[in-house]
């Protein structure tokens, strides 16, 4: 079972930036995929991007957020700029098999995910 642990969450400005990151243990490895979630206040569970063979991002995120990963250290960041009071939310960090990440997309149907940090941006 896969283990995923987000942090770096916290308020910042309109404009401002943060960087998250998604630590995974458990048999998280080669063979998983990892993506990026949030969910507002009354709305869905969104997909920002999800990385299989190459980040796919939503429309609401392209331009200013960046996936990257370390494999070393079994890590997910996601780099989040030009922030704004939209961007407020719950995050999630989310992994399952690649195979299966092909068909989710940005779609929030993996089945291993980390507790979610709040990232809050004030204008």
């Known amino acids: 079972q896969a283990l995923l642990e987000e942090s770096g969450g916290g308020s910042v400005q309109s404009g401002g930036s943060l960087r998250l990151s998604c630590a995974a243990s458990?048999?998280?490895?080669?063979?998983?995929?990892m993506g990026w979630f949030r969910q507002a206040p009354g709305k869905e569970r969104e997909g920002i991007v999800t990385h299989i063979a190459f980040a796919d991002y939503a429309d609401s995120v392209k331009g200013r957020f960046t996936i990257s990963q370390d494999n070393a250290k079994n890590t997910v960041y996601l780099d989040m700029n030009s922030m704004g009071p939209e961007d407020t939310a719950v995050y999630y960090c989310?992994?399952?098999?690649?195979?299966?990440?092909?068909?989710?997309?940005?779609?929030?149907?993996?089945?291993?995910w980390g507790q979610g940090t709040q990232v809050t941006v004030s204008s």
């Open positions: 458990g048999y998280v490895n080669s063979r998983y995929c």
């Open positions: 989310a992994a399952d098999f690649t195979a299966f990440c092909v068909d989710y997309g940005l779609r929030p149907e993996y089945r291993y």
